[in-house]
Nanobody
Framework: QVQLVESGGGLVQVGESLTLSCAAS????????MGWFRQAPGKEREFVAA????????TYTDSVKGRFTISRDNAKNTLYLQMNSLKPEDTAVYYC??????????????????WGQGTQVTVSS
């Protein structure tokens, strides 16, 4: 079983940047895809970004393309999300996740079976 702990959330102003981290423990996740999802109050969880096992492939939801960058450091068993030019609509709890299958690369929440506790990102207008 893998444990995931997100960090780096906080309160920022419109246009500012924030970097989230997700530390995995219990086992290596270097053979798994990973992703970021977010959930705003009263809304369903939505996909944000995903990265494949070796970090060479990434994909993003349209609303964050050009602003967010997902990356990973397999030596540190850690996932990152760099968020630039933040907007109020980015306000949400952000969750990191690990795919259930080795080498999986997916934007679907059903492909992930390990989740962190979430970290709050608030962007003031």
């Amino acid at each position: 079983q893998v444990q995931l702990v997100e960090s780096g959330g906080g309160l920022v102003q419109v246009g500012e940047s924030l970097t989230l981290s997700c530390a995995a423990s219990g086992r290596t996740v270097s053979r798994n895809g990973m992703g970021w999802f977010r959930q705003a109050p009263g809304k369903e969880r939505e996909f944000v970004a995903a990265i494949n096992s070796n970090g060479r492939s990434t994909t993003y939801t349209d609303s964050v393309k050009g602003r967010f960058t997902i990356s990973r450091d397999n030596a540190k068993n850690t996932l990152y999300l760099q968020m630039n030019s933040l907007k109020p609509e980015d306000t949400a709890v952000y969750y990191c996740a690990v795919t259930r299958r080795m080498f999986s690369f997916s934007a679907s929440a059903t492909e992930y079976d390990s989740w962190g506790q979430g970290t709050q990102v608030t962007v003031s207008s």
